[in-house]
């Protein structure tokens, strides 16, 4: 399984960009893919997580009402939109393979989580 990010970079505060999880190497039938974020000397954070099977989608208190997760299936893609950001979302952000084990889906705890992309970078100005 391969995932790879990308939308990163440089954005204004209160700006929009889009992250994109790009997947292979897996069947897009039944899956979970969390997006996690970590600053430097800082520990990872969960963000938010999408249960295919049902639809089921999870997010972290910071930044619920401002993200949104989605996938397109065709695409074998999951992406994070990202609104109104602010200086504090900056970070390295990631995406991740989860279990299919539990129900729905989870992010608050990464044991939950294997196969991870390398990460995209997002920088907010203020």
């Known amino acids: 399984v391969q995932l790879v990010e990308s939308g990163g970079g440089l954005v204004q505060a209160g700006g929009s960009p889009r992250l994109s999880c790009a997947a292979s190497g897996f069947t897009f039938d039944d899956y979970v893919i969390g997006w996690f974020r970590q600053a430097p000397g800082k520990e990872l954070e969960g963000v938010s997580c999408i249960r295919s099977s049902d639809g089921d989608t999870y997010y972290a208190d910071s930044v619920k009402g401002r993200f949104t997760i989605s996938s397109d299936n065709a695409k074998n893609t999951v992406y994070l939109q990202m609104n109104s950001l602010k200086p504090e979302d900056t970070d390295v952000y990631y995406c991740?393979?989860?279990?299919?084990?539990?129900?729905?889906?989870?992010?608050?705890?990464?044991?939950?989580?294997?196969?991870w992309g390398r990460g995209t970078q997002v920088t907010v100005s203020s």
């Open positions: 991740a393979e989860g279990t299919t084990v539990i129900d729905g889906c989870v992010i608050d705890s990464i044991s939950y989580y294997f196969s």
